[in-house]
């Protein structure tokens, strides 16, 4: 018999139980275990045995994300240096799947086209390890700035954010991505546990609009995908009309993809064309994870291949100078600056190509790749590397985050109780030292001071100061 569970719609209980049969039980009975918390470790900003070194929580591996670790509630590492850090993002352990099965890989071009807050673009960032081209966008202009600032906090140095409509993007971007991930606005039946609001707001009209609406996403999606590239699809919702129902009407019409078999279906469920009348499709092969059978919350992930063409060889040397274009003056003006003033050197150059682009007193590494950027509407064409002041230039703060210790000499470790005072945008004393020095906790930048007479002013921007 079905059983009431608190704050779940009648509805869709009802529609659960129809789908799941005997299963069900073991369904609703997740509903009344603690959901499981996530955080993914950052691989752009050092290895996994300083970042264990250094966390001081205790982790548990997510079996199926190579940076994936499972936290209990009480430790709280959203309020820790460590998280400002951009050491980890705090990410729902199933949401870590659908990068994993986009396999993203370093050299590449891709876009994430329904990116905010920006979990599965700084994933994917993490394994592209800062060459070839990200682009994430998303189109609410509030939810976009909040991805901007977690591609900043992450030290992301190859991703332009953009704020544009999926057919926009499309018009721009034609046959142009080795892979696209449509990480699609859905009802959310999957997050249940973890976000009541989403329970509150679901409905079966709900299910139907927003069916229709991935129905849209996923069409323009595939017009970017160049011939032989990946479309991912994925969704935190159960229901069958925005899952298996979206991609087999996609394959309907588009016959230039099919369904790709993963390295993850022996460990994930798949997903039920018996659903969705449409046997032998290949929908056995997309994958659903399931919140009784997997330590996670509710998700569903595809993996398409457009027939054609081979995918891009990928280059993942770098090469021994800094592979950077755009104005001659402007490079050699830059080069100089972030040598002599920051002190960086070739390991830095080495792992970050891309054109330079003044825009007004701006200055931007854009990177490798993207094409030009009139008519887009751009939050971040790249990396924000320089700033002009009155006939001077300064550092961003962006640029602190890229770097690893080893980038530059001129740095300067602080403790913890040092780095707490910096993020609260206070100066710190300091010795003979002079000029811009970036400031580390741990293996992990922090942001940049400006030491002079014994002061080490703070550089830490003033909208992202924050008090533990
Ligand atoms: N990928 C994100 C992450 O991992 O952090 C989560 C994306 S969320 C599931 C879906 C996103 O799609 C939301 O940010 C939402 O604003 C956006 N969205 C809503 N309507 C859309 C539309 N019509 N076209 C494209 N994106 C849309």
Not at 15 to 33: C, D, I, K, N, V
Not at 162 to 173: D, G, H, I, T, W
């Amino acid at each position: 018999m079905k059983e009431e569970i608190t704050g779940l719609p009648e509805a869709f209980l009802t529609r659960m139980q129809r789908l799941l049969g005997s299963e069900y039980e073991a369904f609703a009975a997740s509903y009344e275990r603690e959901r499981q918390y996530g955080l993914r470790r950052n691989p752009l900003k050092g290895s996994e045995e300083e970042f264990i070194r250094v966390m001081p929580f205790p982790l548990e591996k997510v079996f199926w994300a190579r940076e994936g670790y499972y936290y209990d509630a009480a430790s709280r590492p959203g309020r820790h240096v460590l998280h400002e850090a951009g050491a980890y993002y705090i990410q729902e352990p199933s949401a870590m799947a659908v990068a994993e099965v986009l396999s993203p890989k370093p050299g590449e071009r891709i876009l994430d086209l329904c990116a905010a807050p920006g979990g599965k673009s700084t994933q994917i960032a993490g394994r592209m390890q800062g060459q070839g081209l990200l682009v994430a966008n998303e189109v609410m202009g509030e939810r976009a700035r909040v991805l901007s600032q977690n591609v900043e906090r992450m030290g992301v140095s190859n991703c332009v954010v953009c704020n544009e409509k999926p057919e926009r993007m499309a018009v721009l971007f034609p046959a142009f991505f080795d892979r696209v991930l449509v990480d699609a606005p859905c009802s959310g039946e999957g997050m249940f546990r973890k976000d009541e609001a989403a329970a509150s707001e679901w409905s079966p009209e709900t299910v139907e609009m927003c069916a229709e609406r991935q129905a849209l996403i996923l069409e323009e999606a595939a017009k970017m995908v160049k011939p032989g590239g990946v479309l991912t699809y994925s969704t935190c919702t159960f229901s069958p009309e925005e899952n298996e129902g979206t991609i087999s009407a996609f394959l309907r019409t588009h016959e230039e993809y099919n369904i790709e078999e993963t390295a993850f279906e022996d460990i994930f469920s798949p997903g039920r064309a018996d659903w969705v009348g449409e046997p032998g499709a290949g929908i056995a092969h997309t994958l659903r994870l399931w919140p009784h059978l997997v330590r996670g919350e509710g998700h569903y992930v595809a993996r398409l291949r457009r027939r054609g063409g081979l995918s891009r060889e990928t280059d993942e040397k770098g090469t021994p100078v800094w592979k950077v274009t755009g104005d001659k003056k402007l490079c050699k003006f830059v080069e100089t600056f972030l040598r002599e003033e920051i002190g960086i050197n070739d390991a830095w150059m080495i792992r970050h190509p891309g054109q330079l682009a003044k825009f007004g007193d701006q200055i931007y590494l854009v990177p490798e790749g993207m094409i030009s950027l009139s008519g887009i509407k751009v939050l971040r064409p790249g990396l924000h590397l320089l700033t002009e002041k009155k006939n001077r230039f300064e550092p961003v703060h962006a640029l602190s985050r890229t770097l690893l210790k080893k980038d530059t000499e001129k740095r300067r470790e602080l403790t913890e109780a040092e780095a707490v005072s910096y993020l609260r945008g206070e100066s710190l004393g300091c010795g003979e030292e002079r000029g811009w020095t970036a400031l580390f906790y741990e293996a992990y930048p922090l942001g940049f001071g400006k030491a002079s007479g014994g002061q080490m002013k703070n550089h830490y921007p003033k909208g992202i100061r924050i008090s533990f």
